[in-house]
């Protein structure tokens, strides 16, 4: 059974910067994606950056794009979502996912993926 934990939520001002951890544990192969998403109150899950573990492909949500940077530790079976010049809009629930799956199109599809971890709540404050 996939686990995953995300951490590294917290309150900071617009314009700062935060990184969230994904500690992924519990998988028996090692071609799988991990993906992040947020939910802000009131509104859909949406997806924000994911990474595939075998080839290194990463794609990110247009409103993220040259200010959030997703990276792996393979070794540490840990994911990174480096997030920097954060904006109010930013302040959302953080989840991330796993999934064995492949193809980038549906790398920010909630459905893509079949395991959650618990989010992280980050905050921005203008």
């Known amino acids: 059974e996939v686990q995953l934990q995300a951490s590294g939520g917290g309150l900071v001002q617009a314009g700062g910067s935060l990184r969230l951890s994904c500690s992924a544990s519990?998988?028996?192969?090692?071609?799988?994606?991990i993906g992040w998403f947020r939910q802000a109150p009131g509104k859909e899950r949406e997806g924000v950056s994911s990474?595939?573990?075998?080839?290194?492909?990463?794609v990110y949500a247009d409103s993220v794009k040259g200010r959030f940077t997703i990276s792996s530790d393979n070794a540490k079976a840990t994911v990174y979502l480096q997030m920097s010049r954060l904006k109010p809009e930013d302040t959302a629930v953080y989840y991330c996912?796993?999934?064995?799956?492949?193809?980038?199109?549906?790398?920010?599809?909630?459905?893509?993926?079949?395991?959650w971890g618990q989010g992280t709540l980050v905050t921005v404050s203008s």
């Open positions: 990474i595939s573990i075998s080839d290194g492909t990463t």
């Open positions: 519990g998988f028996t192969f090692d071609e799988y994606v």
């Open positions: 996912a796993h999934s064995y799956g492949s193809g980038a199109p549906f790398y920010l599809l909630d459905s893509f993926f079949t395991s």
